[in-house]
């Protein structure tokens, strides 16, 4: 999760979570995420959540949690295809949230180049099963290998598409509002886009209305693999910030003290 490359999972994620409409519509309807004006510091404060359910200590997470459980919990959206209303914190919803970010992150890594092995990414998407529980999942109907989760997929594409508001959200990331003083993060918006598109799974990007083709794929993969290769060559200390040389730091601890222990994230 320290990995610098694993920023370009973190966006992949928003996209691919866009795809499930009430999520989307429950988003659009109710978060500031949809306002240039306030969508940078929304998307700090979505940032900040996952920096401290990965990295924080256990009260730590515990708080986060329930304050977006507690806030998730007051809120509904209304369906634009049925005009059904719907609660924020459906199972489904959340479900589809937590997923995408696992895949996106998982994904981005081993086409990268982070040395997982199979073991190590079915290890990977049960970790974060525990991430799951912390926005109010059951951790047991939570897919909890990479198998479970491909089935996971396989069933939902009947069942998602690109909605207005996810197609609206696609546009905005080539030219996102940003403060004046992360102007260069505009100007490279356009490449960094075009890199997290081509990263997601050839049905997304056809329902995005995007070509789905392999050399799309190829063309990713080896961005990402110099990418991360680049980032390697960056000393440990300047490359990962300070919750991961943190997590680092005890997780190698803690491997000495339990010899055969592996922990994949």
Aim: net charge positive; with cysteine; hydrophobic share 40%.
């Amino acid at each position: 999760m320290g990995e610098p490359v694993l920023m370009v999972g973190g966006i992949r994620a928003l996209l691919l979570q866009a795809l499930h409409p009430r999520t989307m519509w429950g988003t659009a309807q109710n978060s500031e995420l949809m306002d240039p004006s306030t969508a940078w510091e929304r998307l700090g404060r979505t940032v900040e959540f996952v920096r401290v359910r990965t990295y924080g200590t256990e009260d730590e997470v515990e708080r986060v949690g329930r304050r977006v459980r507690k806030l998730h919990s007051k809120l509904t959206g209304l369906d634009l295809g049925t005009g059904e209303t719907f609660r924020v914190d459906d199972p489904e919803n959340l479900l589809w949230v937590h997923l995408g970010e696992v895949d996106s992150y998982l994904d981005v890594a081993r086409r990268a180049g982070v040395p997982l092995t199979r073991a190590d990414a079915d290890a990977f998407v049960d970790e974060q099963r525990r991430a799951a529980a912390v926005v109010g999942l059951d951790p047991a109907d939570v897919p909890g290998s990479v198998a479970e989760m491909e089935d996971y997929y396989a069933d939902m594409r009947r069942r998602i598409w690109a909605c207005r508001e996810a197609r609206d959200g696609l546009r905005r990331m080539f030219s996102p509002a940003v403060p004046r003083h992360l102007l260069p993060l505009k100007l490279a918006a356009p490449g960094i886009g075009m890199l997290v598109v081509a990263t997601l799974p050839r049905w997304a990007r056809r329902m995005y209305g995007l070509p789905g083709l392999p050399t799309s794929d190829l063309a990713a993969t080896l961005t990402l693999k110099g990418l991360y290769r680049t980032t390697r060559a960056v000393p440990e200390r300047f490359r990962y910030t300070p919750d991961a040389r943190r997590a680092r730091r005890l997780t190698r601890e803690h491997e000495a003290a339990r010899p055969g222990l592996s922990i994949a994230s």
